[in-house]
């Protein structure tokens, strides 16, 4: 190391640096009960968290500058063990050499150590370290019937170290045979496999309840010229079950033969004919050469080649949710039943009643990932009076099951619904640990964290999606309560994130929360999207593959399922092996580089 520089500027400094290690000595002593409540294998890292946290409520950017100016480090890479990068500057500066420098850290927790922390956290939550990369590629399941064991060994083989089911979606059962398909082929590999299960949390999404009669299109498969490829399908039934089914008279189907025809006018007053093809009691497979649009009650003639062998209508068809359609300005409600007094209002049924009053006016509410912008107006008999500003495309549809955020209110529910507490008892009998979604506060990690305590089952893992405004808000205080759960760890939920923040915003809060990640020495997922069409399609854009690059600064990469994930995962985990030779976190590393040795 070069020599202290001259000793005004050395002492000015240093004055700088010692003030910065007063201020993370004051966020010490007033994060006392917080370090102090943190698990006794946590408390370093509960008191290097509000360490970071009174170093980062500073401007420091032009220290930082000065000291990289005379080669010292910038404090670019101390989240992991503040007080010791701040006091080894300062002992430098002063003229301090080798043992005393060492000496003058105090708690122990240097580079070294922290890093030793933070492996032994991940290793703790994810089970032992992929062979050949530091970073674990998470997957996401598919439904039931797709994740068998082929499934399982292409991902596998691929590079999956982890699953993640979504408690949102299935039953338990499904669950079991997914849990357990995974875990088996693991094993075959001579691979852990933990599985990780998504609590559902508060269900924001809304549902239109208005409903009106149903049309049921049953489409032509086209290639992308728009030419046929394939009649349309259907079934005739007597009662309609699902999909594409037609009701007709249930004594018509067992006297139905190959060949037959029902002829129609179909919604949109086109004429069709229904060739029968495949006869049975109680289903009949029939095709026809156009598409057609059905409802109830549609007038339809049986022939068999030129004798009519009887008229009657289609039966009942389910009704279906109103369509909705908004432009801007236009207001809806949002409620418990999603029904009005008034059929002129546009009603939306929402499922925790209870958190609408809590929403106040000029707050933004957003549906669809960020399609739909309202404000709220405030209560009404009705419900939440809510009033559209902005549009993606205008007018717009509302459709029943899309997300709604309300990122301006702090909403709460303080407690785990029926179906969380289902997917908790699920994961501590068949998985390793839950994914607890929406946290907000600090009060949501207590929730979770307390009930899987009571259960007794050391090593059952928590991942914190921190995928709200409020986590946002209340980041510092959701840390410190993690700390008191082992094995813990905090996913980056990118998506809501940018609906919830901005997609402006995302850019630095991604980065920031991994910053404070490593402050307390938690494991991170970045999660959301990552090669996402390539898990759709095969094929890679440039952005993701930038985009995965950036990942491996994270402990855990999560993939979201599609028809080509072990393509994907494959891909991640190419890029991870590749971008570990050249980076750990933030720091740059510099390995021997082909480019710069030139031709030959």
């Known amino acids: 190391m070069a020599s202290p520089p001259p000793g005004e500027q050395a002492e000015r400094l240093r004055a700088s640096l010692a003030a910065l290690l007063a201020a993370t000595g004051r966020e010490e002593a007033a994060q006392h009960e917080a370090i102090a409540a943190a698990l006794p294998r946590h408390r370093l890292s509960a008191a290097n968290l509000a360490h970071y946290l009174g170093l980062r409520k500073l401007d420091i950017h032009r220290l930082q500058l000065e000291l990289a100016a005379i080669g010292l480090s910038s404090l670019g890479r101390c989240e992991g063990h503040v007080r010791d990068t701040l006091t080894r500057l300062c002992a430098w500066l002063a003229g301090e050499r080798g043992d005393a420098i060492v000496d003058a850290a105090g708690d122990g927790l240097d580079r070294a150590k922290a890093e030793s922390i933070l492996h032994a956290n991940t290793r703790a939550l994810f089970g032992p370290r992929p062979r050949d990369r530091h970073v674990y590629i998470m997957v996401t399941a598919p439904d039931a019937a797709a994740a068998d064991a082929v499934w399982a060994d292409g991902v596998l083989e691929a590079g999956a170290d982890l699953l993640r089911i979504n408690g949102s979606h299935e039953s338990p059962a499904e669950w079991a045979a997914i849990a357990a398909t995974f875990k088996a082929r693991a094993a075959a590999f001579c691979r852990p496999g933990r599985v990780f299960v998504d609590l559902p949390g508060p269900k924001l999404r809304t549902e239109i309840r208005q409903l009106e009669r149903g049309v049921l299109h049953l489409p032509r498969r086209k290639d992308r010229m728009g030419r046929t490829l394939a009649p349309t399908q259907v079934q005739l039934v007597a009662q309609h079950e699902s999909g594409p089914q037609i009701p007709v008279p249930a004594a018509w189907l067992a006297r139905l033969e190959a060949g037959d025809l029902i002829a129609l006018t179909d919604a949109g007053g086109r004429e069709r004919t229904l060739t029968v093809r495949a006869p049975g009691r109680e289903k009949v497979r029939a095709e026809c050469d156009r ?258 690059a950036m990942s491996m600064r994270a402990e855990c990469v999560m993939l979201n399922k599609g028809p080509y994930i072990s393509a994907a995962t494959r891909m991640l985990a190419d890029i991870i092996r590749k971008m570990e030779a050249h980076q750990y976190k933030k720091r740059s590393l510099f390995r021997q580089l082909a480019v710069a040795r030139g031709p030959g």
């Open 291 to 548: 598409s057609l649009y059905v409802t109830t009650g549609l007038p339809i003639v049986w022939r068999r080649g030129e004798k009519s062998m009887g008229e009657d209508r289609i039966g009942a068809l389910p009704r279906q949710p109103r369509e909705l359609r908004v432009a801007a300005g236009d207001a809806f409600v949002l409620n418990e039943t999603g029904l009005s007094s008034d059929p002129e209002v546009r009603a939306l049924a929402f499922p925790e009643p209870g958190l609408l009053a809590q929403v106040q006016p000029g707050e933004r509410v957003i549906l669809d990932d960020g399609k739909l912008v309202a404000v709220a107006e405030g209560m009404s008999p009705e419900g939440l009076v809510c009033r559209v500003r902005e549009l993606m495309k205008s007018p717009a549809r509302l459709r029943s099951g899309k997300g709604i955020a309300f990122p301006d209110s702090a909403l709460s529910l303080g407690h785990l619904g029926p179906q969380d507490e289902a997917a908790i008892a699920f994961a501590l009998e068949h998985a390793d640990g839950v994914g607890v979604s929406f946290v907000a506060g600090a009060r949501d990690v207590a929730l979770v964290g307390e009930r899987i305590r009571q259960a007794g089952k050391p090593g059952f893992g928590m991942i914190l999606k921190l995928e709200t405004r409020g986590a946002v808000a209340n980041l510092a205080g959701i840390l410190f309560e993690a700390l008191k759960y082992d094995p813990v760890g905090i996913m980056i939920a990118r998506g809501d994130l940018a609906v919830e923040l901005s997609f402006e915003r995302l850019a630095e809060m991604q980065e920031e929360l991994l910053w404070f990640g490593e402050a307390c020495h938690l494991p991170v997922v970045w999660a959301t999207q990552v090669l996402d069409t390539v898990a759709h399609s095969g094929l890679p854009t440039r952005a993701e593959v930038t985009d995965a």
